[in-house]
């Protein structure tokens, strides 16, 4: 069993930062990858940014620029630090990781249950 559990979301106001954390734990032998999704309300769950076990990472045009992804492989724990907040980015974020539980497992996706993220103009 895994699970991923995500923290550090809250209110801010438009311009300000926010860093959101996530802890996996479990019977877990590897983490291929590790990312964050936010889902707005009436809109489809997006890739935020994403970061490999070789360190490569990929953002979302939207947040290029402002989100920095770092990931702690002792740890298994990934960061999502926000800057310069805006009010499109309020959503709910999730955290995803590929994890193999075993050597003769193969990878699989999990999702953690979210954390809020409100931005006020």
């Known amino acids: 069993q895994v699970q991923l559990v995500e923290s550090g979301g809250g209110l801010v106001q438009a311009g300000e930062s926010l860093r959101l954390s996530c802890a996996a734990s479990?019977?877990?032998?590897?983490?291929?990858?590790m990312a964050w999704y936010r889902q707005a309300p009436g809109k489809f769950r997006e890739l935020v940014a994403g970061?490999?076990?070789?360190?490569?990472?990929n953002y979302a045009d939207s947040v290029k620029g402002r989100f920095t992804i770092t990931r702690d492989h002792a740890a298994n724990t990934v960061d999502l630090k926000m800057n310069k907040l805006q009010p499109e980015d309020a959503a709910r974020y999730y955290c995803a990781a590929t994890i193999r539980t075993s050597d003769s497992d193969h990878d699989r996706n999990n999702w953690g249950r979210g954390t809020r993220v409100s931005v006020s103009s």
């Open positions: 970061i490999n076990k070789n360190g490569d990472t």
């Open positions: 479990g019977s877990i032998f590897s983490i291929k990858a």
